[in-house]
Nanobody, 124 residues
Framework: QVQLVESGGELVQAGGSLRLSCAAS????????MGWFRRTPGKELEFVGS????????YYADSIEGRFTISRDNAKNTVYLQINSLKPEDTAVYYC?????????????????WGQGTQVTVSS
């Protein structure tokens, strides 16, 4: 079965950086787009960004302001989310998701499998 395992979340100070990782197994990784979403308490799941099957195309939420970068390594079956200049409002559980096809999209409904999430906490 498909498994997505996120890692890299931790407590950091505002202004710092983090790189989240998501290791995938169970399907041919390079056949599918990958996405990152986040959820803060009391809010809906929010799209962060996505990358197509070979990393050639990425798609980010307007609110991200260029601080986030998604990349993937198909040889390692892993997708990454680099977050720079962290802000307290970035505090959330971050989830990776595997798409239903090769194209990167912002809709959570286009993602078939989800990880368990990793907590990012940014202190001011």
């Amino acid at each position: 079965q498909v498994q997505l395992v996120e890692s890299g979340g931790e407590l950091v100070q505002a202004g710092g950086s983090l790189r989240l990782s998501c290791a995938a197994s169970g399907r041919t990784f390079s056949n599918y787009a990958m996405g990152w979403f986040r959820r803060t308490p009391g809010k809906e799941l929010e799209f962060v960004g996505s990358v197509d099957w070979n990393g050639g195309s990425t798609y980010y939420a307007d609110s991200i302001e260029g601080r986030f970068t998604i990349s993937r390594d198909n040889a390692k079956n892993t997708v990454y989310l680099q977050i720079n200049s962290l802000k307290p409002e970035d505090t959330a559980v971050y989830y990776c998701a595997q798409g239903r096809e090769i194209r990167a999209t912002p809709s959570l409904y286009d993602y078939a499998y989800w990880g368990q999430g990793t907590q990012v906490t940014v202190s001011s």
